[in-house]
């Protein structure tokens, strides 16, 4: 299991100095040193953006469709439950769907994976597997939460993992029989010829801190979503988006905008896998332990579904929970009272069970619900469905 370097632990400071949340004369000093570090990433990404624009850097073509799915910030959209259901749709409609993944701070394999083409012969130069659209090969530990999460609870749909694209993507065409590639986090991936771009928008947080990286949580300039074919506004609450659609309608005059929410469905325990309905906790005392981009926005919706939080534990995004860390939460849960502990889907997947269980511990599935643009979301269905299937293998090394 990954244990907290010191370079782990100033990557965790230095992202409360850029939220805000770090105080002090060596935050502000950072900050400011961040400012001018801006500066210059603003330069390289719009350097990088006009050379693959004008083809200088090379984009690749794999011959069947694309479809990317990501965002203009740093973490906290919602891109899994999106990644999840469109996934979901289009293999019920028909689609051979392979998810290609980075599978952020997920370990190196202990042993390399094995893998026979049709003809019984080894295949060399592997993705990690993560499923293959029927059997679940890796652990969350190698594979990552989110990946690990979407191979759980996607049946007849392939998860790989690999920071190179281009080799999952050929792999899971010609092993997988894919005819459908969906780029998770996909945006920025460039080297891989997109047929459909999908950018989320966060209703709470639409262009993160406001800078880009380092000093705030950009990955790219507003203008970027330009380069949209669709965009969906997460996390909406419900609360009418009139003001961020004509934000947003400055930089994309064109693209269907479709509003959604991150609906709460039930309770699961992580351990047992009993279910339990919304109203479960109301009037309980609850306590919340998460270590995701956006904790609050969580620990609102307990609050909203009756719950009554007491204790809040908020651990660095994508941190992985020692044995220690779980036990000693427990302890402190039981000395307070809790009724019981409730987590994050993603973060559920990177629990160890904790010898004695004072306190059951639950995580809230979150699912997404459509408020406005069903019909852009339906056209847009069929749109894909209708796109060509995978060309013969020679195209697969074109070059746009």
């Not at 230095?14 to 801006?38: D, I, K, Y």
């Not at 460039?190 to 771009?197: N, Q, R, T």
């Not at 109301?282 to 609050?303: L, Q, T, Y």
């Not at 469905?385 to 195209?395: D, E, K, S, T, V």
């Amino acid at each position: 299991m990954p244990t907290q370097t010191r370079m782990d632990e100033f990557a965790d400071w230095g992202t409360e100095v850029v939220f805000g949340r770090a105080h002090g004369f060596r935050a502000f000093m950072m900050r400011c040193l961040l400012r001018f570090a801006s500066l210059l990433f603003f330069v390289l990404v719009k350097v990088r953006l006009f050379l693959f624009r004008r083809r200088i850097k090379t984009v690749r073509n794999l011959g069947t469709l694309v479809i990317s799915v990501g965002n203009i910030t740093a973490g906290g959209t919602g891109k899994t439950p999106v990644v999840e259901l469109l996934s979901r749709t289009l293999a019920q409609r028909g689609r051979t769907v392979s998810i290609l993944t980075r599978g952020y701070k997920s370990a190196e394999l202990d042993t390399p994976q094995m893998w026979k083409d049709a003809n019984g012969h080894p295949v060399d130069n592997l993705p990690k597997i993560a499923s293959d659209g029927t059997t679940r090969y890796l652990g969350p530990l190698h594979a990552g939460d989110e990946p690990f999460m979407l191979a759980r609870n996607l049946d007849g749909v392939s998860v790989l993992v690999d920071k190179d694209r281009v080799k999952s993507g050929i792999f899971a065409i010609e092993q997988l029989g894919a005819d459908t590639l969906i780029l998770d986090d996909g945006m920025q991936y460039l080297k891989l010829a997109h047929e459909l771009d999908i950018v989320l928008v966060d209703c709470g947080a639409p262009f993160g801190t406001g800078a880009l990286l380092p000093r705030g949580t950009m990955r790219e300039p507003r203008s970027s979503l330009k380069r949209a074919d669709y965009i969906i506004l997460t996390k909406s609450d419900g609360a009418p988006q009139d003001e961020l659609i004509r934000r947003i309608r400055r930089y994309n005059k064109s693209a269907d905008i479709i509003v959604t929410n991150h609906g709460p469905k039930y309770f699961e325990n992580v351990f047992t896998g009993e279910r339990k309905p919304l109203d479960f906790v109301h009037d309980k005392w609850v306590a919340c332990m998460s270590g995701i981009a956006r904790p609050e926005n969580f620990e609102n919706a307990v609050e909203q579904l009756g719950g009554k939080v007491e204790i809040r534990r908020r651990y660095p995004d994508h941190y992985w929970f020692d044995q220690n860390d779980l036990e000693a939460f427990v302890e402190r849960c039981a000395d307070r009272a809790m009724d019981l502990i409730v987590t994050t889907e993603k973060d559920a997947v990177r629990f160890l069970k904790p010898g004695e269980m004072d306190v059951p511990i639950y995580f809230l599935r979150i699912e997404i619900d459509i408020l406005e643009g069903r019909e852009h979301w339906d056209c847009m269905i069929e749109r894909i469905i209708g796109l060509n299937r995978p060309q013969p293998a020679p195209q697969w090394s074109q070059v746009l």
